[in-house]
């Protein structure tokens, strides 16, 4: 069964747009897992525009299940890495402006880098995953920076998909095998929805773990928190 880890950033911007603690993102964290996620995921930037560096600590003793961190390897990402220790850490190559996350590693450019960060967080007993667009080049260079998994980048899929465009899936499973056969996890995010989750998992060989944020969080408007996870449960099941 792919596991789902639900990235809660949606709520620190709600909360951030007040100025207090209301929606509480240590305490929808909680929520989430007694729900029946199989982890969270937060995804700090430098500017703190929603998740902030000291939620990551405050979440880090509550967090029982998957503890995932994504950012930019700068400095300051790296040190808060190393204090909090969570369970996995996926490498995102986000400009400082971005939005949102908008392109995967090029695993040969940056080999080099990527491989020194890398042994830092394994010497540090942390499991690292690098965000990747589905080339399979990528993926043979994400091998060579001894990574434990990719993450797979799905938003070319999800659109497409939305589209009626089924074979968006293709480069995605040719991914994923190689990826498994070259001894790498397979995880995947980004645009990822209750209405194309399902196919992707459906023809994603070993894929191991989907991080979901913000189409949950929009679907949960409408739906309610512990409905639409247990909704995607189903799907992954």
């Not at 929808?28 to 990551?56: C, L, S």
């Not at 998957?66 to 400095?75: A, C, K, S, T, V």
């Amino acid at each position: 069964m792919t596991k789902l880890s639900v990235n809660i950033n949606k709520i620190a911007t709600l909360r951030n747009s007040r100025g207090g603690d209301v929606p509480n993102v240590v305490q929808f964290a909680k929520d989430v897992q007694r729900f029946g996620a199989e982890g969270v995921t937060i995804h700090p930037r430098p500017d703190e525009r929603h998740i902030r560096y000291q939620d990551a600590h405050d979440l880090k003793s509550i967090v029982h299940t998957e503890y995932n961190i994504e950012g930019n390897p700068i400095p300051k990402f790296i040190d808060l890495v190393l204090e909090t220790k969570p369970t996995q850490v996926t490498l995102v190559p986000d400009g400082i402006d971005a939005i949102t996350s908008n392109a995967g590693w090029d695993t040969i450019k940056h080999k080099d880098f990527l491989v020194e960060v890398i042994s830092e967080f394994k010497r540090n007993n942390i499991r690292t995953s690098i965000f990747v667009d589905p080339d399979l080049k990528q993926i043979e260079g994400a091998k060579t920076t001894e990574t434990d998994r990719i993450e797979l980048y799905t938003e070319a899929y999800a659109h497409q998909y939305g589209l009626g465009n089924n074979d968006a899936i293709k480069p995605y499973a040719e991914c994923a095998r190689l990826a498994n056969k070259l001894g790498l996890g397979v995880n995947a995010g980004h645009d990822l929805s209750l209405d194309n989750i399902k196919f992707f998992k459906e023809n994603i060989e070993g894929l191991l773990e989907v991080s979901i944020g913000h189409a949950l969080i929009s679907e949960s408007l409408y739906l309610g928190v512990e409905n639409v996870i247990q909704m995607y449960l189903h799907r992954l099941s």
